[in-house]
């Protein structure tokens, strides 16, 4: 078998050969009349009429010798075989001599049918779009180290159809999602990416800096505190699609760059937003998959019925046997985090490791719609308080087949309490604790204009795309996921 180098060789030997004859490998334009999609479509009439169409494509199979050669050419949208034969394609010899898999051509020619009924072009005349200078993966094995398919996704996606149908799948998520929102009155915004103070997450940011300003600047971790201040500005149902970054560990769940839905709504509260978010993921589930039930990691998971509900701290005691998880110590929260093989770190709070064991012990469990509710106020700065009880805030999550795919609350208003939970974060940060947020006085000072009491959703699209195209990793729903350079 020839190696890279000498079929690559070999190619440029052909390029030569074009650019010797005057044509030009890599023309500006298409003159393509037809998609191959339209020519499938529209294929009865086109054949009946014997007009000369144009088509083009990536050239990915070549069968036959001699007088005759069978083309496949896929555009992206479509199929469709061509037919060159010596009697009837223009140069069919230099055709021969120059033509590879994976070059794109374009032909002109007329319809018909071959005897084993497939629909193909008669090619009168053909012309190299783009010479290809490297071979493509065989097409029934493809790429099979994970690194490399990631790596060179668009590799992936030309050998592997599964792999484009999961992107065209996410692709048609995002569009249901905007479609809904913006039939419930919402409207789509943006925010900044580059922000003085990281805020509306608790999570480790990246720093950079801007040389004209002078100025260290950090990328966004979360949109929410500039989308509430579109709340004070009198906008009362805003969303923003929103690439997030968050220097964290990578695993099936997590990459440091990653893509949610947030939105807000003015004179709302968390209950509500349960509501909207089981009305939103029945039309996104049926729209995407045609149905409403899916199956993930073998699990049957039904969208029509009524979502569960239980409450945070009796998840805990269910499956972590923490009794009265509510009133435990920090010291005794550590004992209990080494027995499931938690580090626990300096600045690590009683919240902190609670969340820790929760992720451990129970996400995984909740297979099933489940919001979980109620939780501890010290774990959500930015979450309203119940008044009845001020230890727990009104904020849940929602999760399905063990991924978490919500978090949500009623949203904090009081600029005082605000204020006071910030400083609390500034503590838990000189105690140790990297990813306690900013005390952002900005948006203090902004609330304290008034701001509405309001509901606040964060909706993961890249783990909503593993739930529903079955992905087992996070990584095979980002087109381009964060990888070490390659050596």
Known sequence: MASLEEIRNARLEKLRLLRGRGIDPYPIISRRTYTLAEVKKKFESLEKSDKTITVSGRVTALRGQGAVFFIDLNDGEGTLQALAKKDST????????VIDIGDFIEVLGTLFTTKRGEKTINVLKWEMLAKSLRPLPEKWHGLQDTEERFRRRYLDLLSSPEVKERFMARSRIVSSIRGFLDKKGFVEVETPVLQHLPGGASALPFRTYHNFLDIDLHLRIAPELYLKELLIGGMPKVYEVSRNFR???????????????????SFSDAKEQRLLIEKLLRVVVKKVTGQNKITYQNNKIDFSKKFTVVSYYDLLEKYSGIKNPAQITLEELRTHAQKFSITSEKGDSVEK???AIYKKTCRGNLIMP?????????????????????DLVDAFQLVVGG???????????????????????EKNKAAGDKEAQSNDKDFVEAMEYGMPPAGGVGLSIDRLTMLLTNAHNIREVILFPTLRPKQ
């Open 90 to 97: 223009n140069e069919f010899d230099f055709f021969e001599k």
């Open 247 to 265: 220097n964290e560990g990578i695993d099936v769940t997590h990459n440091p760059e990653f893509t949610t839905v947030e939105w807000y709504e």
């Open 353 to 355: 490791l609670l969340d």
């Open 370 to 390: 489940t919001f979980v509710v109620n939780y501890p106020t010290k774990a959500l700065p930015l979450a309203k308080r119940f008044s009845k009880n001020p």
């Open 403 to 425: 991924l978490e795919i919500v978090k949500a609350f009623s949203e904090l208003n009081d600029p005082i309490d605000q204020e006071e939970r910030f400083l609390e974060q």
